[in-house]
């Protein structure tokens, strides 16, 4: 019986210990990154973050969280600590499906896909500037030809929630139309896809 169980230790010994997995990385204390560095083209913003682990460290988890005017990261397990990056009120708005996020040598590099191509100047807007002033309207004209406009310029440039409010809204209207109630005039293909809703 004792030479059966040293055999089972001495194979136990042999097997590789597990790394630690994500779950664990969860349990880390997290640190907040307050220095980084940014650059710019027409096309998109670069977020360098840099000096949070050594060439050859892991990072067991990139947790990337894109909106339209902020990004946050969570970097899991790196060196012993959790990493968090979150930058709220950008200057511009961003294409969240076509940006990403990379792992490189000593942190991350983030790229921040501009939805139209410019140049932004400073990475957050600032206290007295509004980060897009959005659509402008003709005072003179219609009141109804200018909602409508608004409306138009918001489903074109909105994101999903917003297309899908207007949806919504243009759905309800059309409701209300046939039981004799008021409407909005029309508003061309916004309506469109009104049968996922």
């Known amino acids: 019986l004792e030479a059966e169980?040293?055999?089972q230790r001495g194979i136990l010994s042999t097997i590789d210990k597990p790394k630690p997995t994500v779950a664990a990385a969860k349990g880390l204390p997290t640190k907040k990154i307050s220095n980084y560095a940014w650059d710019e083209t027409n096309k998109a913003v670069k977020i360098y973050i840099t000096g949070i682990k050594e060439a050859g460290q892991q990072i067991e988890k990139v947790e990337p969280t894109f909106d339209?005017?902020?990004?946050?990261?969570?970097?899991?397990?790196?060196?012993?600590?959790?990493?968090t990056l979150?930058?709220?009120?950008?200057?511009?708005?961003?294409?969240?499906?076509?940006?990403?996020?990379?792992?490189?040598?000593?942190?991350?590099?983030?790229?921040?896909?501009?939805?139209?191509?410019?140049?932004w100047g400073s990475l957050k807007?600032?206290?007295?500037?509004?980060?897009?002033?959005?659509?402008?309207?003709?005072?003179?004209?219609?009141?109804?030809?200018?909602?409508?406009?608004?409306?138009?310029?918001?489903?074109?440039?909105?994101?999903?929630?917003?297309?899908?409010?207007?949806?919504?809204?243009m759905y309800e209207s059309q409701m209300k139309q046939r039981n004799g109630g008021g409407s909005l005039p029309d508003m061309g293909d916004m309506g469109a896809g009104l049968d996922n809703l």
């Open 5 to 7: 169980l040293k055999r």
């Open 86 to 119: 979150t930058i709220g009120n950008l200057k511009g708005t961003v294409n969240v499906e076509e940006s990403s996020i990379k792992t490189t040598k000593t942190g991350a590099t983030i790229t921040l896909v501009k939805s139209s191509p410019g140049n």
């Open 68 to 83: 339209t005017r902020s990004v946050s990261v969570m970097l899991r397990g790196v060196a012993g600590k959790n990493y």
């Open 125 to 169: 807007a600032t206290k007295d500037e509004k980060p897009d002033e959005g659509p402008k309207i003709d005072k003179d004209a219609d009141p109804n030809a200018g909602l409508m406009s608004l409306m138009k310029q918001m489903y074109e440039t909105g994101d999903d929630s917003m297309k899908q409010m207007i949806n919504k809204t």
